[in-house]
């Protein structure tokens, strides 16, 4: 199975700060990767597809990038809406895998 | 406007079996792959299943970790999906969420196994 390891796996943060996510695949998925933020009590949301693609109504803030094996997700200007937990998924092979997710939260 | 709803969670014994049910509309289903996701209580996510379309033949894939106590299944003139799930455990005990192609989710359907 291919293995995304997601760090950190908390990220304090203050609103106006630049941050990243990062997901490292353990075997090539080219851009079959996929961002979802979830808020408490919510159903996840996607924010990221094709590894870059800012999927629809998604503020202009988040984008994603890949660089060989690692994959990013990176959020400028904080604002508080944003504090929730963010998972990568990897779509190129079965069994799809989801990195264990990065808590993003108020320092 | 595109919809997802689960049904069919609850409390389940130990060994038992449940049959979650997702109601789809707004769009074409027959189009589209449909996939099964859960979460544990205060856990990350976890794939489950996928059921391709007719032009795949309807192919399933599965989780290893659920692998042959777990069928996904659809009925497109229904637009539904739906995971048969069996043989539960404790660990079963999940929200599970029907999602089209990761880009739209419903909101879950808890299943506790539990005596």
């Known amino acids: 199975d291919i293995q995304m390891t997601q760090s950190p796996s908390s990220l304090p943060a203050s609103l106006g700060d630049r941050v990243t996510i990062t997901c490292r695949a353990s075997?090539?998925?080219?851009?079959?990767l996929r961002w979802f933020q979830q808020k408490p009590g919510k159903s996840p949301r996607l924010m990221i597809y094709?590894?870059?693609n800012l999927a629809a109504g998604v503020p202009s803030r988040f984008s994603g990038s890949r660089s060989g094996s690692d994959y990013s997700l990176t959020i400028n200007s904080l604002e508080s809406e944003d504090m929730a937990i963010y998972y990568c998924?990897?779509?190129?092979?079965?069994?799809?895998?989801f990195g264990a997710g990065t808590k993003l939260e108020l320092k | 406007e595109v919809q997802i709803l689960e049904t069919g969670g609850g409390l389940v014994k130990p060994g038992g079996s449940l049959r979650l049910s997702c109601a789809t509309s707004?769009?074409?289903?027959?189009?589209?792959?449909m996939n099964w996701v859960r979460q544990a209580p205060g856990k990350g996510l976890e794939w489950v299943a996928q059921i391709r379309n007719k032009n795949y033949n309807y192919a399933t894939y599965y989780a290893e970790s659920l692998e042959g106590r777990v069928t996904i299944s659809r009925d497109d003139s229904k637009s539904s999906v739906y995971l048969q799930v069996s043989s539960l455990r404790a660990e079963d005990t999940a929200i599970y969420y029907c999602?089209?192609?990761?880009?739209?989710w419903g909101q879950g359907t808890l299943v506790t196994v539990s005596s």
């Open positions: 999602t089209r192609s990761f880009a739209y």
């Open positions: 075997q090539d998925i080219g851009n079959y």
């Open positions: 707004g769009f074409n289903f027959n189009d589209y792959f």
């Open positions: 094709g590894a870059t």
């Open positions: 998924l990897q779509h190129n092979e079965y069994p799809y895998t």
